[in-house]
């Protein structure tokens, strides 16, 4: 066993598996007589002893989000992993490679289907449909299941009259309405489909045929039409009829093996090369195969085994490794509508009941795994408790072969904060709170450490990927630009400031782009925030979560809040407290922009304060505080009390959510710590469609 660390990948196409906490416990050996490598990697992170987990089981760190992910299909070990890269078990359908992410190609054949299930954000597939001269297309959309936009702008599927990106476009359709049947004016259609990063829903599916000389049904007495070539045909008949189209009686003996029966909702086809002669069955989207799936002729001229059958049926729909799923028994509904219920109570009608009570329960058709019956119920929820829920508790499988209800996914709460102690704050753990450090010195790639790094500011995570803090934080002094995204680095899960006091829920990680506001004034300081994208996502769990943006309303001068809270790491250790120093706390009342500048200008600096920034300070018979007006680089939160009034007992709603107020911009340069002087803050509620722009 050896470990391979990410400077250590076998190459650049494997970069992508090799960061933050993921390490691969590679498994190599030789087969003893034809002297074959073979190998493979069960990816691991690392617990609190130092020891490396499998991924799939290590609490925070799961193989679709932190390791190599199988995207659309499952995940399972592959003796040839190491080898070739191969590690998923089966795609689902629509999907193909090694990591379920190749979509779209060119199909040439006569007829056909295309599904895409379970499509992940900001998917691209391109399919070309091709058919043998001078023969067209028809293309019918079985299912449809996309985000629904009036003018189709985020997930669409677009077909076009030809076989590039260039042709004519026929047609773009999105939601759940499916498009009218498609005819080509030539031998190809160019099919694209498009997701952005925002929803996901149950995909699509579509079936083509080449308008052929079967087309016109040119077989008599029930004859079946085969096309020999794409200019030739001929047909398969009944017993007793014989002729290019079936059109004979015979009095002779019949064939080894009549048609099989009519296969209701389906199809079946020939297989070709095979002797004795072989069908094949498949059913239509929404029915799922019940019974053999192949029969062949024997001697005595019947097929074996039993004529299987086409039952309607739901696919079960693909869910996050997030997302707990219960599936429970079907049972069919019945439901009195108003008009039943007054006929029941006059006694003009009688209703039996659905089932009689002298028959056994109903036997349900074995159906293929992945399938579900009609009126089967899957129950919901999420993995943890740091994640809620989006989209239904509860599907059905309907009669129309579609579930009922959204798509179901799970993402981190926010503003959550259960152990918050009014009466110690300084004592609370803030797990939005992290920690930004810029690295001084050459080694901007290194591994964090203290002698190269610096503490300059705080900033709030977002989302799992986004942290926002004051854009003076991550710019040169006086400056528009943002510094290299080498040279800065977010830690999360931060108890104490000394790097020397290990936490178990530390995380440090690296930076992918600074986005800085771009109304940005480095002299006046408006506009003053950033967002840092994390190349990788945050792990929530006990230690890290988002804070909650303020909505649209909280933009409003009437609903601002009298007060609010202050938190961030000092930039100057304090040595009373050694490595037992927490991140600083206080509370603030929000003053008038008057008082602000006029005691700015007492103090011989003229400021103005725009619409974009907040005033506040500690004043007298505040809360116990720690922090001090001219330390920057913290966020200013709003707790979810039951009063506005900072001077009573903080009284927090758990059910509550903390709200991101603003972030510190700038304050005195005062030695004695007065808590009489104002500090300015950025006015987060301004600026959400920013925020919410750059989360993605």
């Known amino acids: 066993s050896h470990q391979f660390l990410y400077n250590y990948c076998p190459g650049p196409e494997w970069n992508v598996m090799c960061r933050g906490c993921c390490e691969y416990d590679v498994i190599r050996c030789k087969c003893p007589l034809q002297g074959t490598p073979v190998g493979y990697a069960v990816p691991c992170c690392r617990n609190a002893r130092n020891e490396c987990d499998p991924c799939i089981i290590h609490p925070g760190c799961s193989i679709f989000e932190n390791c190599k992910r199988c995207n659309n299909g499952t995940w399972g070990p592959r003796d040839d992993f190491f080898i070739k890269g191969q590690y998923c078990a089966e795609c689902r359908p629509g999907w193909s490679g090694g990591d379920c992410r190749t979509c779209g190609g060119v199909i040439k054949k006569r007829q056909g289907h295309l599904v895409l299930e379970s499509y992940p954000t900001n998917a691209r597939c391109e399919w070309t449909l091709q058919v043998d001269r001078p023969f067209t297309i028809e293309l019918r959309f079985m299912m449809l299941s996309l985000e629904f936009d009036h003018s189709c702008r985020y997930d669409f599927v677009e077909v076009r009259d030809g076989d590039s990106i260039n042709s004519r476009v026929i047609g773009r359709f999105c939601g759940n309405d499916r498009p009218p049947p498609i005819q080509s004016t030539g031998n190809s259609l160019h099919i694209l489909f498009v997701s952005d990063g925002y929803?996901?829903?149950?995909?699509?599916?579509?079936?083509?045929?080449?308008?052929?000389?079967?087309?016109?049904?040119?077989?008599?007495?029930?004859?079946?039409?085969?096309?020999?070539?794409?200019?030739?045909?001929?047909?398969?008949?009944?017993?007793?009829?014989?002729?290019?189209?079936?059109?004979?009686?015979?009095?002779?003996?019949?064939?080894?093996?009549?048609?099989?029966?009519?296969?209701?909702?389906?199809?079946y086809d020939y297989v070709a090369g095979l002797d004795p002669e072989t069908v094949e069955f498949s059913c239509n989207h929404s029915y799922a195969l019940s019974g053999n799936t192949r029969r062949t002729c024997q001697p005595n001229g019947t097929w074996n085994g039993t004529q299987p059958f086409c039952v309607r049926a739901c696919r079960e729909p693909k869910v996050s490794v997030l997302v707990r799923q219960k599936v429970l028994s079907p049972q069919v509904p019945f439901r009195k509508t108003p008009v039943h219920k007054f006929y029941s109570s006059t006694g003009l009608t009688k209703f039996s009941s659905p089932v009689s009570p002298t028959k056994g329960p109903r036997t349900l058709a074995p159906l293929p795994q992945g399938f579900h019956h009609l009126y089967t119920h899957i129950e919901y929820e999420c993995t943890s408790p740091y994640y809620h829920h989006t989209g239904s508790t509860r599907r059905t499988c309907l009669k129309t072969g579609k579930w009922s209800g959204r798509h179901v996914s799970c993402s981190p709460v926010c503003g959550k904060l259960p152990n918050f102690d009014p009466q110690h704050p300084v004592d609370s753990h803030w797990p939005w709170l992290a920690a930004i450090y810029r690295l001084s010195g050459q080694n901007g790639g290194g591994k964090l450490g203290k002698a190269a790094t610096m503490l300059v500011c705080s900033g709030a995570l977002i989302n799992q990927r986004s942290v926002v803090v004051a854009a003076h934080c991550v710019t040169e002094l006086g400056k528009l630009y943002a510094l290299d995204v080498a040279k800065v680095r977010v830690v999360l899960g931060k108890q104490y400031r000394s790097d020397l006091r290990e936490t178990k829920g530390l995380q440090r990680l690296r930076i992918s782009s600074i986005t800085v506001h771009p109304n940005y004034d480095p002299l006046v300081l408006d506009s003053d925030l950033a967002v840092l994208k994390l190349l990788d996502k945050a792990r929530i769990g006990d230690f890290v979560l988002p804070i909650c943006l303020p909505n649209a309303q909280d933009a409003a001068d009437d609903s601002l809040p009298m007060w609010g809270m202050v938190t961030g790491w000092s930039l100057i250790p304090d040595p009373r407290a050694g490595e037992s120093e927490r991140a600083r706390v206080g509370t603030v009342t929000l003053g008038d922009v008057v008082h602000c500048e006029q005691q700015y200008e007492h103090y011989g600096v003229p400021i103005s304060v725009s619409e974009n920034m907040l005033c506040g300070r500690q004043g007298p018979g505040a809360s116990p505080s720690n922090i001090c007006p001219a330390e920057t680089g913290g966020v200013l939160i709003l707790p979810p009390t039951s009063s506005h009034d900072p001077?009573?007992?903080?009284?927090?709603?758990?059910?509550?959510?903390?709200?991101?107020?603003?972030?510190?911009?700038?304050?005195?340069?005062?030695?004695?710590?007065?808590?009489?002087?104002?500090?300015?803050?950025?006015?987060?509620?301004?600026?959400?469609?920013?925020?919410?722009?750059?989360?993605?």
């Open 199 to 267: 929803k996901n829903f149950d995909g699509l599916f579509a079936i083509f045929q080449e308008n052929s000389a079967c087309t016109s049904s040119p077989c008599l007495h029930d004859g079946t039409c085969i096309l020999d070539s794409s200019h030739s045909y001929h047909c398969a008949c009944l017993a007793g009829y014989t002729g290019k189209r079936c059109e004979h009686v015979l009095e002779c003996k019949r064939p080894a093996c009549p048609p099989p029966p009519r296969l209701y909702h389906g199809s």
């Open 647 to 696: 001077a009573s007992t903080l009284l927090p709603n758990p059910t509550q959510e903390w709200k991101l107020l603003g972030l510190v911009s700038f304050g005195y340069d005062s030695l004695d710590c007065n808590p009489e002087l104002y500090t300015v803050y950025t006015h987060i509620a301004n600026f959400i469609d920013f925020l919410e722009g750059n989360m993605k």
